[in-house]
């Protein structure tokens, strides 16, 4: 390890302060305006974007920050959830494009108690939204027309979301798990032009397998859906009629990885298809007149947001290890870089660069993951992190607590165990039903690989993650206690029955996809996945960062584990915040990750 450097100008804290583009998106209708996720306030905040000339208005200003929302299809206005400090429970509202966050919202849905929600989408007339409540009654999803007025299309107990609707609102689509005992997905079709009891509804299923929808298609005459079935082990795109019910299957055969369906183009003779294969991006564009598969050659790196711009170019945020994200445009024929479309003003240190590498774990899996190193010769004190999720997935990003401790001389190994996505259906799903196994075994594999290849020093091995990650975290402290040197869990699950009583209904819904049931119907797995199942066996000390306002990880369950623990006399520290899931705020995780390197020097001496 260096010295430990909490100088006001150190270099990891420039990382965090540097203004970010989290996210974009365009009005599909009109498209020189859009919507931005970036830090420019130093909270992650909506911003309405003016597209040619790159200027970013800041439209929301809440204390925990926003990081989700959408943009009309013409343009007139920014949608998000308006919740209390982070919770993210509240109501849908909307804010003109050209307001900011001192004008007044307008709530879409006035008469409706508090929910919880991660869906809301609107017709591309613009006339029509759709959007999913979660509370006591389960899953509810409405459509909201021109007037106001509110229709609820359909419900379900079981994880669900939409509508997603066609060009202009005649058919809605809602995807649910309740065909299936997990977390597969399928299909439900509404003709909403139907005025009786008998509404014409069409299902598309896999039996063994999993449909989700991406998008209708922009034309006004034509009411195909694209969208994405994993039934062949890996993502592949279909194209489904809601009128007809014909499905269309596109052949991709011999091709590796997912194959993901990001979108059309704007006269729906195209689509934006991006091959995922070990946290790896390559994108093409399929030809649907001509079936034809075109790959574009673009630089290397991490894509999100990608989406046609125009016939001609594609937008897509892209970043890597040592590049904060930018928006960037390609020529939609061949891949290259055309221009910087959204760029924010940076000073920004140089970073480390990461490394992929794959190792075998349990049952002879391969498990892929990324490396950085300091300089220097190892073995080095080392960072072993695991992603949220789990249907996530690491890839090569800009992250400034990976480069903070690479500065102080620390490696850095984030896993993509078991349960991620872009591995295949069976490895994302080897997890269900038994959380807390596999992840723990590729994390000890992920350990045996570092040591063999004198990478890090076996006594000082780290484990830390947020969310889900965080939770592997103390689940590895737990099980596995003689290989770790402590553990850093933020915003993370202690005890899965304690957090299902507690948390939002749309989590709940997850929990139960997961798991395959409730606590209530499936006990033993539950207790079995719990991280205080295995507090008797904790050797390692443990530093917690939880918000207090979490819905997903709320604060009862982290609290009844830390009594837990220090009544059997283990060391556990908690820092608790006044936020939600994590936090949007750079000074607060500039905070947090001084808290964490002033725990690791003192943990490790």
Not at 114 to 136: D, E, M, P, V
Not at 289 to 299: C, E, M, N, V, Y
Not at 309 to 314: C, T, V
Not at 348 to 358: A, C, D, E, K, L
Request: a negative charge.
């Amino acid at each position: 390890m260096k010295m430990l450097d909490l100088a006001p100008e150190a270099d990891w804290r420039k990382r965090f302060r540097a203004a970010l583009v989290g996210g974009t998106q365009i009005a599909r209708m009109n498209p020189k305006r859009g919507l931005a996720v970036s830090n420019l306030s130093g909270i992650y905040q909506l911003h309405s974007w003016d597209v040619e000339t790159g200027e970013l208005r800041q439209v929301t200003n809440a204390p925990a920050g926003v990081v989700v929302g959408g943009i009309a299809a013409d343009g007139s206005a920014i949608y998000y959830l308006q919740d209390q400090k982070g919770d993210e429970i509240g109501h849908y509202v909307r804010v003109p494009f050209d307001g900011d966050y001192n004008t007044p919202v307008e709530d879409l849905t006035p008469d409706m108690p508090n929910y919880a929600s991660f869906y809301i989408g609107q017709s591309l007339s613009a006339r029509w939204i759709g959007l999913t409540t979660a509370g006591a009654d389960g899953f509810q999803m409405w459509v909201i027309g021109p007037d106001q007025s509110s229709q609820l299309i359909y419900r379900s107990q079981r994880l669900s979301f939409g509508p997603m609707l066609s060009f202009d609102g005649e058919y809605a689509v809602i995807a649910t798990t309740e065909r299936h005992q997990f977390n597969n997905l399928s299909l439900m079709a509404f003709d909403l032009r139907a005025q009786s009891d008998s509404q014409k509804v069409l299902i598309l299923s896999e039996d063994d397998g999993s449909i989700e929808p991406v998008a209708f298609s922009p034309r006004p005459d034509d009411v195909r859906l694209l969208a994405s079935t994993n039934v062949t082990g890996f993502d592949r795109p279909l194209i489904w009629d809601v009128s007809t019910g014909d499905r269309t299957d596109l052949p991709f055969v011999g091709m590796d990885g997912d194959i993901q369906a990001w979108g059309w183009s704007p006269d729906g003779t195209k689509l934006l298809l991006c091959q995922f294969v070990q946290a790896h991006y390559q994108l093409y564009v399929y030809d649907l007149d001509h079936s034809t598969l075109h790959k574009l050659d673009h630089p290397s790196g991490t894509y999100n947001s990608g989406y046609f711009y125009s016939d001609r170019e594609i937008f897509v945020n892209r970043q890597d290890s040592i590049t904060p994200t930018q928006v960037v445009a390609l020529d939609a024929q061949t891949g290259a870089q055309t221009r910087v479309v959204l760029r924010l003003p940076q000073d920004i240190p140089p970073s480390r660069p990461w490394r992929s590498v794959t190792f075998p774990s349990s049952g002879g899996q391969q498990i892929q993951a990324w490396i950085a190193t300091p300089e220097g010769e190892g073995p080095f004190p080392t960072i072993l992190y695991t992603h949220g999720g789990p249907t996530s997935v690491q890839t090569e990003t800009f992250y400034p607590s990976a480069q903070a401790w690479l500065d102080h001389g620390f490696a850095f190994v984030s896993v993509n165990y078991r349960g991620s996505v872009t591995f295949g259906r069976q490895f994302e799903q080897a997890i269900w039903g038994k959380l807390g196994e596999l992840e723990v075994d590729d994390m000890v594999a992920a350990r045996h690989y570092l040591v063999t290849h004198r990478i890090a020093d076996p006594d000082a091995i780290l484990l830390t993650g947020g969310s889900y990650g965080g939770y592997l975290t103390l689940q590895a402290i737990g099980k596995t206690p003689d290989l770790w040197a402590g553990g850093m869990a933020v915003v993370a699950i202690a005890d899965w029955r304690l957090m299902y009583e507690d948390q939002a209904e749309t989590l709940r819904g997850y929990q139960r996809s997961l798991f395959g049931g409730s606590p209530d119907d499936l006990p033993e797995q539950h207790a079995k996945s719990s991280p205080i199942t295995y507090a008797d066996q904790i050797k390692a000390p443990i530093l917690v960062i939880q918000g207090k306002n979490d819905t997903r990880c709320p604060a009862r369950q982290m609290e009844v584990y830390e009594q837990t623990l220090k009544e059997r006399g283990k060391a556990i520290e908690i820092e608790w915040f006044d936020a939600g899931h994590g936090s949007r705020a750079m000074e607060q995780s500039i905070h947090h990750q001084e808290l964490m390197l002033r725990w690791a020097y003192r943990i490790l001496g």
